[in-house]
Every structure is written in C-alpha cells, then in structure tokens.
Nanobody, 125 residues
Framework: QVTLVESGGGSVQTGGSLRLSCAASGRTFNSNAMAWFRQAPGREREFVAAHSPSGVITNVAHSVKGRFTISRDNARNTVYLQMNSLKPEDTAVYYC??????????????????WGQGTQVTVSS
C-alpha cells in the first residue's frame, strides 16, 4: 500500500517560515514527479510546486515564486516545501502528491494519482 505522509504544518505570523515534508512509503517515486498542492476553505485545490525526479525541472506557481522552494531527497523518498515570507493568503491545507505516470512535473491535479492526507498551514496577520 502506497502512503504519503506530510508533516511540518502549523501556525505562524506573517513573514514567518515553515518547512513541510512528505515521506512516501510502499513504492519509490525516484523516477516520477512529486508535487505540492493546497486548498483553502471554499476554494478548489491549486498547484503550488512540483519537482522532476532529477531536479532538472521544477515548476512553481506564480503566487509563491521567490518565496517557496521545492526539493526532494530520492534516497529518503521524500519531498520538501520550504515556505518563507508567508502571507495570510497562504493559509490552506497543503497536500503532497506523487505520480506513477509522469516524469514532467505538471500543474494539474489529474496528473497525480497518489495523495497525502494534508497538513494545515495557518498564517496570521
């Protein structure tokens, strides 16, 4: 059974930082894309960042570019999201995603077939 487990969420003030981790088990994703999405109350799940297996290609949403960095450790089957200069509009449940089909780090929900349970990030002003 494949599972993705996120950790590192919490509550911070505007301008603060958090580092999310997502550990995969049950299979390796060293040859596949992994990504982070987020979903705020009443809104659709939206793309945040994605990472190709080798790291040659990364994709970052415009809304977080320059503030968030995605990275991965293939030896640990883990992907990270470093979030700096957090804003209240970053408040959401953050989900880790992995694809068994794609190498290119896409931005669409449908490109990922494994999902974590989500971790809450709350940024207060």
């Amino acid at each position: 059974q494949v599972t993705l487990v996120e950790s590192g969420g919490g509550s911070v003030q505007t301008g603060g930082s958090l580092r999310l981790s997502c550990a995969a088990s049950g299979r390796t994703f060293n040859s596949n894309a992994m990504a982070w999405f987020r979903q705020a109350p009443g809104r659709e799940r939206e793309f945040v960042a994605a990472h190709s297996p080798s790291g040659v290609i990364t994709n970052v949403a415009h809304s977080v570019k320059g503030r968030f960095t995605i990275s991965r450790d293939n030896a640990r089957n883990t992907v990270y999201l470093q979030m700096n200069s957090l804003k209240p509009e970053d408040t959401a449940v953050y989900y880790c995603a992995a694809s068994s089909l794609y190498v290119i780090p896409g931005t669409r929900v449908g490109q990922y077939n494994y999902w974590g349970q989500g971790t809450q990030v709350t940024v207060s002003s």
